[in-house]
DNA sequence: TCTGTGGGTGTAATATAATTACATAACGTC
DNA sequence: GACGTTATGTAATTATATTACACCCACAGA
């Protein structure tokens, strides 16, 4: 249902090209986080998941893992939530590193840009794998709430 | 004890010019994160606070806060873990909003930048209000291990 | 001096977030 | 059919952080 079936068909192409399974459980979280269209909370997945019984949390967190690190979903650090991968699927996701969040604490939605540049005042020497950029402050909608 | 005095007698002129008080839990525990020299989970200073017996969550939550309002420490935000701000006494850390973490996954240390600009790429419009910046990875001294 | 008032702390309980460990199922390979 | 690999189900536990309420104390005004 939803808006989101064409962002899961993306999905689900993108996954079919590069040997990784989306099986139900992960389609199902990934359905719930592009539907959400903001950060999720894993233990709110978890209620969604099933309604009525409840998932336990490691069904989630698997999911959860094999979404962020395949690209198709990115974890907010500083909320402790989740949010869908929003960019383009045409570009690979595995080259993912670089991502920026721009997240509105009025009205909860994220903007995400994939950058492809290092830091530029790194310390010398210094060899980034992995890094994490939030912003947070008010979208252009909400500067007046 | 340790080479931190030189620093926490930076701390304590820098809340006396401003009013802060820095209590002697707060300037205990930015002695344990200055002496750590890398980032401490919340739990470990919350032993070693009280050896035996062991403060409670609060005592040292609040300490914490205190110390990340008034940038005397940081959070780190992929880690949950906290980290003794290593910057400059002489400039104002009250204008702390931008913070880059450049922490080393080898040998657990963290350098540190502040730097003065906003995203380049931001959405239109965006008013950043607070960020989190985190680069993962290997220091220098760090490349071979 | 009395009396608030506000900031800081102590303590217990609770809430929230994530992992471990072990059993089971499904699927392809030999 | 036996086996290895991957994914899932389930219970228990660990890790991280907050709430609520009592107490203390320094300080300001009456
Ligand atoms: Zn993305
Ligand atoms: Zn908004
Ligand atoms: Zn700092
Ligand atoms: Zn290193």
Chains 1, 2 share one sequence.
Do not use: W
Not at 6 to 13: F, I, K, S
Not at 30 to 38: I, K, N, T
Not at 60 to 69: D, E, G, K, Q, S
Not at 128 to 145: D, L, M, T
């Amino acid at each position: 249902m939803s808006n989101a079936t064409h962002t899961l068909d993306a999905a689900e192409r993108y996954c079919a090209e590069r040997g990784l399974s989306l099986t139900p459980v992960r389609r199902r979280v990934l359905e719930l986080l592009v539907d959400a269209g903001g950060p999720v909370k894993a233990y709110d997945l978890m209620a969604a998941l099933k309604p009525g019984g409840s998932a336990q949390p490691p069904t989630v967190y698997r999911a959860l893992n094999f979404l962020t690190r395949s690209g198709l979903a990115h974890k907010v650090e500083a909320l402790n939530a989740y949010t869908a991968c929003l960019c383009d699927y045409s570009h690979d996701k595995s080259g993912h590193d670089t991502v920026q969040l721009f997240i509105c604490e009025c009205c909860d939605t994220i903007n995400e840009r994939h950058i492809h540049k290092s830091p530029t005042d790194a310390p010398e020497g210094f060899r980034v794998s992995r890094s994490v950029i939030e912003y947070y402050g008010r979208c252009a909608r909400c500067v007046a709430c």
